[in-house]
């Protein structure tokens, strides 16, 4: 764990550096905010850049074997069933569990006037990732083209945002960014490589991949949706 | 001053314990269940799901004290600056090194190199996701500066993604859609996020929320379009029909 630490290290410093350079390089130049505040970034940073070690670190022996794991010992149940309703379960489970998504949901709220609460609309929300992280274990299984379903998906969601009301189109495609856990993003990929690596003529690369980003068109779909019916 | 950071601290650890407790519990479920792994490897991921867990919450703190405020502190003073053109350069570099230093991004760039053994360089994905964020960033600003309606450049974007999925190679489109989502993580959606905010603000016009919407969506869209145009110069360099 010591040698994962000083590799991640290395990796943590490299990718924090050139941010936090450029900063401090704007706030000599352009920016000149009070030296209080100016303290409280490098502080910061080097809090989020210790946090980055220790979530890097812990993604690497806790969270990517979890959905290995689970994406190995799947099918070995021979249930489509099975996996779509695992599947289904993470998408809705997670995405509900998270905290943009809250935020989210009270934006929409404000916007809507009050006429959707902001309960219903983080469980439609999940909902809608919950079904499409199901829609892509079946894509998989079934060996389905994802050029084709992408295509159909980013066509509907372009029209349905020209008809819905202006006020919830950037907050619909704002919503993609809400499956992107930094915790759930590692175990749905790692779960469709799993899921891929036994079943034979998959490839690791274009049917491992792809999950959350198929995922994050559901709560698109569901909210420009739901924009049409309250107009 | 010490109240804010009590209540920034609670806010942290609600957030990670709801990130981190339907994970945990959907595993030991099918661990029970399902799975039935060896006590010794339950207890190595739940040793390394704590390990992240801490990271996390040190992490979004850290980001809540430091980069939040100062964002929103960049963008008004950006916002208020003469000479527009520099303004759409540095959220450019800004764009490019805040998905640089997003964790979720190299997390993802790893599990391409691991998928593909080797294939595809993680470094080649990673600078690709950087540019797209950063070209995508400086037409946010314009956006801002221009007052343009977000559908007149997501409609271009999408457009150009299904249009390059066909042109491009098979391989770039999974990765593609998927960096959309991680390039959307903690520090782009808080740090670039309290930019437009600010940088709206000290424009003085319109309706701040309204025009801070929609900066994500951009963010979202910005690494499908770069890695699409990846995926079809290298079909397009290599004649790989696929």
Wanted: a neutral charge; charged letters at 10%; proline letters at 4%.
């Amino acid at each position: 764990m010591i040698s994962l630490l000083k590799e991640k290290l290395a990796e943590v410093l490299q990718a924090m550096a050139p941010l936090v350079a450029t900063v401090c390089l704007l706030q000599f130049t352009l920016v000149h905010a009070p030296v209080e505040l100016f303290i409280q970034f490098v502080v910061g940073s080097m809090l989020a850049a210790t946090g980055m070690l220790l979530l890097l670190t812990g993604i690497d022996i806790g969270i990517l074997p979890m959905g290995r794991f689970l994406g190995a010992e799947l099918p070995k149940k021979q249930s489509l069933l099975l996996i779509i309703a695992v599947a289904f379960a993470i998408g809705f489970a997670v995405t509900s569990a998270e905290p943009d998504v809250l935020v989210l949901g009270g934006q929409v709220d404000v916007v809507s006037g009050g006429a959707m609460p902001r309960q219903a609309v983080v469980f439609v929300i999940a909902l809608g990732v919950g079904l499409f992280t199901a829609l892509a274990m079946v894509r998989i299984v079934t060996g389905w083209s994802m050029r084709n379903i992408l295509m159909v998906s980013f066509l509907t969601a372009l029209i349905l945002a020209w008809v819905a009301p202006a006020t919830f189109v950037p907050l619909a495609f704002d919503s993609g960014s809400v499956t992107t856990g930094v915790l759930s993003a590692p175990v749905m990929i790692s779960l469709a490589m799993g899921l891929s690596s036994v079943l034979a003529g998959r490839s690791a690369v274009s049917d491992g991949f792809g999950i959350m980003g198929f995922a994050s068109i559901g709560p698109i779909f569901a909210i420009l949706l739901m924009g049409m019916l309250l107009s | 001053m010490s109240g804010g950071w009590i209540a920034e601290i609670a806010d942290t650890l609600l957030s990670v314990t709801i990130a981190v407790t339907p994970l945990t519990v959907l595993f030991l479920i099918f661990q029970v269940f399902l799975l039935k792994l060896p006590l010794g490897q339950v207890a190595e991921i739940l040793k390394g799901t704590a390990i992240a867990a801490v990271g996390l919450f040190l992490f979004l703190f850290g980001i809540g004290i430091g980069f939040l405020p100062f964002g929103r502190v960049i963008g008004e003073a950006l916002g208020a600056l003469e000479q527009r053109w520099l303004f759409v350069l540095i959220g450019f570099l800004l764009g490019f090194f805040t998905t640089w230093g997003e964790p979720a991004v190299r997390v993802l760039c790893n599990q391409v190199e691991e998928a593909s053994n080797g294939s595809i360089r993680r470094s080649l994905v990673l600078i690709t996701i950087c540019i797209g964020v950063a070209v995508w960033v400086a037409l946010g600003v314009l956006r801002l500066l221009q007052g343009i309606p977000l559908l007149y450049l997501l409609t271009p974007g999408y457009v150009l993604v299904v249009v390059l999925m066909w042109l491009g190679h098979r391989t770039f489109i999974a990765i593609a859609v998927d960096a959309g989502g991680v390039a959307t993580g903690p520090l782009a959606n808080s740090f670039l996020l309290a930019l437009a905010l600010g940088a709206s603000a000290s424009l003085g016009d319109r309706e701040t929320i309204v025009q801070g919407f929609g900066f994500v969506a951009l963010i979202a869209l910005a690494p499908i379009t770069s890695l699409m145009i990846l995926g079809f110069l290298i079909r397009m360099l290599t004649g790989a029909k696929e």
